[in-house]
């Protein structure tokens, strides 16, 4: 579902990609995703002057398995009636979006070649008039019927990366680019360790808390022995935030106590064991799998963040 170049929500017809959005929509119909959309607290997309747009990301935890693995975010968007948003393209991303209430026209191509692509909401009609797949760098923009229409997006980049470009307002000849999400607005926002370690109980699978320079902030708890690995080209920086547990390597082991912190350089294999469970905090690289150099029951190719 994900391979390939044009539209193909709107031409690929196999039975895997069939339940794939299957499941998607089921998982958004179920939880209810355009709540948090609807309750006042949704951001208002800043260059539309007719205050036309307002979104809120989506916790990828919401679909379960059903996204596939290069899906990094997913946004609600309610664009108001009568608007017409204007033209933006995603340079680093390809978008999939769904109309999830009322109807609207997505249409692609940019200024002068307008394509005009109906979505509907119908749970009967078919994936094709439902979903559209715009790939980087293609300018569409959405126009709205007499009632306001909630979207569903999906992006293969993470909230804080995803950027959109419009034209220029004083040079039609020129573009201006800039991130959904704000990078200084979020590290301005304090997070509190214990807060975040409330949300999760899932064990031997790390959470983002924060991104930074393309590093991760991430936290995890542990119990028991993980696989051992290694990673090739990425160092990683293990704090022991509660609890107690161990870094074993081939030739000898090392016990981290709370407030401890041990670097596992790049190339040296190693697996943490934890006789009860522990809280962990990690910094690392952003392109860091948990297990490293193999694959097994507990690699987790796609992190939430919380």
């Not at 990094?72 to 680093?92: K, Q």
């Not at 991303?93 to 509907?120: C, F, I």
């Not at 107690?244 to 670097?263: A, S």
Request: charge should be neutral; proline fraction near 5%; glycine fraction near 6%.
């Amino acid at each position: 579902m994900l391979a390939g170049s044009s539209y193909e929500f709107r031409r690929t017809r196999t039975a895997e990609s069939a339940r794939r959005l299957a499941s998607v929509t089921a998982g958004l119909r179920s939880n209810r995703s355009d709540r948090g959309a609807s309750d006042g607290k949704p951001r208002v997309g800043p260059d539309c002057g007719n205050r036309a747009i307002a979104w809120e990301p989506i916790p990828l935890s919401v679909f379960g398995e059903a996204l596939p693995v290069a899906i990094r975010s997913s946004w609600v968007f309610i664009l108001r009636a009568g608007a017409i948003t204007g033209a933006e393209r995603h340079p680093n991303s390809h978008q999939r979006m769904m109309s999830y209430r009322a109807t609207g026209d997505l249409q692609t191509g940019g200024e002068g070649k307008w394509q005009s692509n109906p979505l509907v909401s119908d749970p009967a009609a078919s994936m094709e008039k439902r979903w559209i797949s715009v790939p980087p760098n293609v300018w569409h923009q959405a126009a709205v019927s007499d009632r306001d229409w909630v979207v569903v997006s999906f992006h293969t980049v993470q909230a804080q990366e995803l950027i959109e470009e419009r034209p220029a307002a004083e040079d039609a000849g020129r573009t201006r680019q800039r991130h959904y999400v704000v990078a200084s607005a979020l590290s301005l926002e304090k997070v509190n360790l214990s807060e975040k370690l409330a949300q999760f109980s899932d064990r031997w699978n790390p959470k983002i808390v924060g991104e930074l320079n393309g590093q991760q902030v991430k936290l995890v708890k542990l119990q028991g022995p993980f696989v051992w690995h290694h990673h090739d080209q990425e160092d990683e920086l293990f704090l022991a935030v509660k609890g107690r547990f161990r870094m074993e390597f081939r030739d000898r082991h090392v016990w981290l106590e709370q407030d401890e912190f041990l670097i596992v350089p790049h190339g040296v294999e190693h697996r943490p064991v934890a006789d009860e469970e522990a809280h962990v905090l990690l910094f690392e690289p952003a392109s860091t799998l948990n297990t490293g150099n193999v694959k097994k029951e507990r690699t987790v190719e796609r992190l939430e963040t919380i």
